[in-house]
């Protein structure tokens, strides 16, 4: 039973003192003490108490290590997501690894990704996915890579891979930049976001391509978040020769020319 350590845990992310808590509660101080350092037992009202305060239901409170918890599955729990810490649905980013104990980078294909809003926190899925390794990223981060579709995200292409790297803090989203989300209706979407979790508990999500209007997505709906890191495609995008550009081209070269010339025939000190 993890009670007495998960309402010292929950006091301390508050930044309360036993005082504080005590008065806001309207217990004595020494009972909260004891509740903490499990000396003493507890009653239905105690349980309800504490419950009610720090909106966590009491069999999380008693059932589950919260100080074990990722940030991201602490923060479903004190915006009331409480049902996914409980039993099969304890959300666990499962993972593999190589033969030097050294994390793989998945990979989640477009035919895969219909599969892995179920599976994502199954280690057997997980461990089904093809792998591979890129020497230059982090091995202290964890990341994986996602096959996208469609041209929202232009002038990052159709079918590109994207790579991220694993939020635990969904607090460390920064508005403006891109991620990688797997929803609870959509699946796994690519977007620019501003975050508005703190305000109004929801992420806005925006498409590169302007072509597709901006839209709002609650923290209920969202179970991963991985931060952009690179991307690999067959396509490049290249911007069409016109006359215009030739022109353009042509202007330049013929000023750099003139430059030169004019560097040879009035040489500095001369």
């Known amino acids: 039973m993890y009670f007495g350590s998960n309402i010292k845990f929950l006091r301390n992310r508050r930044?309360?003192?036993?005082?504080?808590?005590?008065?806001?509660?309207?217990?004595?101080?020494?009972?909260?003490?004891?509740y903490e350092n499990e000396?003493?037992?507890?009653?239905i009202q105690s349980l309800i108490l504490f419950s009610d305060y720090f909106?966590?239901?009491?069999?999380?409170?008693?059932?589950?290590?919260?100080?074990?918890?990722?940030?991201?599955?602490?923060?479903?729990?004190?915006?009331?997501?409480?049902?996914?810490?409980?039993?099969?649905?304890?959300?666990?980013?499962?993972?593999?690894?190589?033969?030097?104990?050294?994390?793989?980078?998945?990979?989640?294909?477009?035919?895969?990704?219909?599969?892995?809003?179920?599976?994502?926190?199954?280690?057997?899925?997980?461990?089904e996915l093809p792998v591979f390794q890129l020497p230059f990223l982090s091995s202290e981060k964890k990341y994986r890579t996602f096959q996208i579709k469609g041209d929202s995200m232009l002038p990052i292409p159709d079918k590109a891979w994207i790579t991220g790297e694993f939020v635990q803090d969904w607090n460390d989203i920064k508005s403006g930049s891109l991620y990688v989300l797997l929803t609870l209706n959509e699946g796994v979407v690519f977007k620019q976001l501003k975050n508005e979790l703190a305000e109004h508990g929801h992420l806005q999500l925006i498409?590169?391509?302007?072509?597709?209007?901006?839209?709002?997505l609650s923290v209920t709906e969202i179970r991963e978040?991985?931060?952009?890191?690179?991307?690999?495609s067959k396509e490049v995008t290249v911007q069409p020769i016109t006359d215009n550009l030739i022109g353009q081209q042509l202007k330049t070269l013929t000023k750099e020319i003139r430059d030169l010339k004019r560097s040879i025939q009035h040489p500095e000190g001369k």
């Open 207 to 216: 498409s590169l391509n302007p072509a597709y209007e901006p839209y709002e």
């Open 15 to 34: 930044k309360l003192t036993q005082d504080q808590l005590s008065n806001i509660l309207d217990i004595k101080r020494s009972t909260l003490n004891n």
């Open 55 to 127: 909106h966590v239901s009491i069999d999380t409170l008693l059932r589950i290590d919260l100080a074990k918890l990722r940030e991201s599955q602490l923060y479903d729990l004190e915006h009331g997501q409480d049902v996914f810490l409980k039993g099969s649905n304890l959300r666990v980013l499962a993972t593999t690894v190589d033969r030097q104990n050294r994390d793989n980078i998945e990979l989640v294909s477009e035919k895969a990704k219909a599969g892995y809003l179920n599976g994502f926190s199954d280690a057997e899925f997980i461990s």
């Open 39 to 43: 000396i003493s037992g507890l009653s």
């Open 225 to 232: 978040v991985w931060k952009f890191v690179h991307y690999i």
